[in-house]
């Protein structure tokens, strides 16, 4: 059962379940299983942590699901801490000690390490997508805040790939004060990765459209709307978009601008 996906009780079949975990190489996690965690400072607010340093990976991903009125008002982040907040739907007002805005369907900020992130819902349930890192400094850099919507950000083709599109949430490639960023990225169906990756980042992401197949070192696992990857350093990683109708698509982090430490 899930909260996500609203079964409960007893099954009419054999307990299954698509979830792999490996852990420091790749996971996948669909909604069915996934439970609530309860995270001090979040009011109204049904979370799922996702990915965290004992899956192996760097950084803490969060799914988030908040009721009217939910909130965060003793903050987020900060002390070393970069956060990252994306909402799938709903309106939400956010702020850190510099700037607020009103986010909508498609919005999103990110909070540097010494930026607190807050919020509150100003409307019907939201559902929310959640990161955290901790920064990893670079002398005479630093990152700011950033607030946009993705809607507004257009669609740039992958590696010159005219059905394989993404998108960039932060200034990360012109910028050294960022040592992540956030993307989206989209295959039409039949369309897919150039080659299949080998890289030293780390990915966590989720899949908010459509279905794909993806080689997950080397194993092909079949993935969907609603699920999550966890991709650890150097796995093996490639997708094909399959089935008709919307677009494979999912929104993932990366990090990035930094030499590999000792």
């Known amino acids: 059962m ?11 079949d054999l307990l299954m379940n698509r979830s792999v975990v490996k852990k420091e190489l790749y996971t996948l996690l669909e909604p069915d299983g996934l439970v609530k965690n309860v995270v001090p400072g979040f009011e109204g607010c049904e979370m799922t942590i996702l990915s965290s340093p004992k899956l192996g990976a760097s950084f803490v991903d969060y799914l988030l699901t908040i009721q009217p009125q939910g909130k965060n008002i003793t903050g ?16 939400l007002k956010v702020w850190n000690e510099n700037e607020e805005a009103v986010l909508t369907d498609g919005g999103y900020i990110f ?50 790939m005219k059905d394989v ?20 990225l989209e295959f039409r169906p039949g369309a897919c990765h150039g080659y299949v990756e080998t890289h030293v980042q780390e990915h966590g992401a989720y899949i908010y459209s459509g279905e794909g197949m993806y080689n997950l070192d080397n194993d092909w696992v079949p993935v969907k709307k ?8 150097y796995c093996l990683q490639g997708a094909y978009g399959v089935g008709r109708g919307e677009p494979f698509a999912y929104i993932y982090s990366k990090d990035c601008n930094r030499d590999a430490s000792l």
């Not at 987020?76 to 309106?91: A, D, P, S, W």
Request: proline letters at 3%; hydrophobic letters at 35%.
């Open 76 to 91: 987020f982040g900060g002390n070393g801490v970069e956060t990252f907040f994306y909402l799938f739907e709903g309106k």
């Open 111 to 160: 909070c540097p390490e010494n930026q607190k992130l807050y919020f509150e819902n100003q409307g019907e349930m939201a559902r929310a997508f959640l990161y955290k890192r901790a920064y990893e400094h670079l002398e005479g850099y630093e990152a700011h805040t950033v607030i946009g919507n993705i809607n507004e950000v257009p669609w740039v083709e992958y590696e010159g």
């Open 2 to 12: 899930s909260y996500l996906n609203q079964v409960t009780g007893y099954r009419s």
């Open 226 to 233: 609603g699920d999550y990857i966890f991709m650890g350093a």
């Open 165 to 184: 599109l993404v998108k960039d949430f932060l200034p990360a490639a012109g910028n050294l004060g960022f040592d992540m960023n956030f993307h989206i």
